[in-house]
C-alpha cells in the first residue's frame, strides 16, 4: 500500500472528502482510515478506461485538428510565416537562371533546369490556398466521415475562404510576372467550381487563363504530381513548390512511413528554399502511410493501425 504523507491527507480529506472544519479535529490514524475506505470505493482502472472510451466514442478523430485549424492563432501565424518566407525567395530564385524546384528522383521525365524560360510556382490548392476545415466541421457536427458526394457538393457550394497569406503570396507573385499555377487532387469535373472559388478568395482572376491541373483531366494525370509537375517543367522555369502534402514536392506513391523520412531528409536543404509546406493535421498521404495503405479500411480497422503504430508495434 502506497504511504500517503500526514500534509497529503490533509489536502486530500479537505477537498474531496469532508469539510475542512472537520479536518481539523480527526487524529491521523482515524484520516488514513477514511481515505482507504474512499480509494476502496473509487472506480477501478478497468471502469476508468471503460468511462474514457465511452468519451472518446462519442467524439471524432479529426476534432483537435480542426478545431485547431478553425479557431487557433498558432495556426494562423504558421500559415502566414510559410507564406512570408516564400515571398522572400521569389527575387532570388528569378536571378538564378539555375534556379528550380523541380527534382529527378525517378519519376520526372523532363530536364528540371529550364533557363532562359518563363519561371512560375507550383501550388496545391487544398489546405495550401483554399481552407477546407468547414467541410472537416460539418463532417465532426453530423458524426460522418468524407465521402465523394459530400466532397463535390462542399466544392460546388464555392465557400473556402483563402489559408492565411495565400492571397498575399499570390499577389507577389503577379507584381513579380510569376505565373501560378495550381496541381490539385480535385477531380477534373469539379475544376468549374474550384476556379470560380479561387477567383472569389482573389487568388485568380477572371481573365486568367487555364492554369488549374486537375486530377485525371488528362488519363496520365492520377493522383500522383509529378507527372503534371513535368509537364509545367517543359515550358516554365519553376521557382517554388507550395504545399501541404509530401506528394505535393515529391513522387511518394507507395512509400512508407521510413521511406517518407528518408526523402524528405534527403532534401532536407530544399525546405524554406525552393519547398513550402504548409500545416495540414486533418488527413493526407501521411495517414496512408500510417495505416499501411488501408484507404478503403473500415474506421474500426484505420483506428487499429494508427494505434499500432503509435505504439511501435
Same mark, same amino acid.
Given at each position: ?26 487524529? !491521523? ?7 482507504? !475506505?474512499?480509494?476502496?470505493? /473509487? ?7 471503460? /468511462? ?23 495556426? +494562423? /501565424? ?52 483554399? *481552407? ?5 466541421? !460539418? ?8 465521402? @465523394?458526394? &459530400? ?6 457550394? +464555392? ?42 478568395? @482573389? ?16 488519363? !496520365?494525370?492520377?493522383? @500522383? ?18 504545399? *501541404? ?51 478503403? &479500411? ?13 505504439? @511501435?508495434?
Amino acid at each position: 500500500m502506497r504511504t500517503i504523507t500526514k500534509q497529503w491527507l490533509v489536502v486530500l480529506l479537505s477537498v474531496a472528502i469532508i469539510p475542512p472544519l472537520v479536518v481539523c479535529t480527526i487524529d !491521523e490514524a482515524r484520516a488514513q482510515s477514511i481515505l482507504q !475506505e474512499h480509494l476502496k470505493n /473509487a472506480p477501478s482502472a478497468s471502469q476508468e478506461t471503460m /468511462a474514457h472510451d465511452a468519451v472518446s466514442a462519442n467524439g471524432h478523430e479529426d476534432l483537435d485538428a480542426t478545431l485547431w485549424v478553425r479557431f487557433a492563432a498558432e495556426y +494562423k /501565424a504558421i500559415t502566414r510565416q510559410t507564406y512570408n518566407a516564400a515571398a522572400r525567395q521569389l527575387s532570388a530564385a528569378i536571378a538564378d537562371q539555375n534556379w528550380t524546384a523541380i527534382v529527378d528522383n525517378g519519376s520526372t521525365t523532363t530536364s528540371p533546369s529550364r533557363p532562359n524560360r518563363p519561371v512560375c510556382v507550383i501550388m496545391d490548392v487544398d489546405e495550401t490556398v483554399l *481552407d477546407n476545415s468547414g467541410y472537416q466541421q !460539418e463532417l465532426i457536427l453530423n458524426n460522418s466521415s468524407f465521402s @465523394g458526394e &459530400s466532397w463535390a457538393r462542399f466544392v460546388n457550394a +464555392k465557400v473556402s475562404p483563402a489559408v492565411p497569406g495565400a492571397k498575399s503570396f499570390v499577389d507577389t507573385c503577379r507584381q513579380m510576372k510569376v505565373t501560378v499555377f495550381f496541381v490539385t487532387n480535385r477531380d477534373f469535373r469539379l475544376e468549374t467550381a474550384t476556379r470560380e472559388n479561387l477567383i472569389s478568395e @482573389g487568388l485568380m482572376r477572371p481573365s486568367d487563363p487555364d492554369l488549374i491541373l486537375s486530377k485525371n483531366e488528362r488519363p !496520365e494525370w492520377t493522383s @500522383g504530381k509529378s507527372v503534371r509537375r513535368d509537364s509545367i517543367a517543359a515550358t516554365y522555369r519553376v521557382l517554388l513548390l507550395v504545399g *501541404d502534402d509530401l506528394n505535393d514536392f515529391l513522387f511518394v506513391k507507395k512509400s512508407n512511413l521510413q521511406q517518407r523520412t528518408q526523402l524528405a531528409e534527403q532534401y532536407r536543404h530544399y525546405w524554406g528554399q525552393r519547398w513550402f509546406m504548409l500545416p495540414n493535421p486533418d488527413y493526407g498521404s501521411w495517414e496512408i502511410a500510417v495505416t499501411k495503405g488501408s484507404k478503403n &479500411s473500415t474506421a474500426a480497422e484505420k483506428t487499429r493501425l494508427k494505434m499500432e503504430t503509435l505504439s @511501435g508495434k
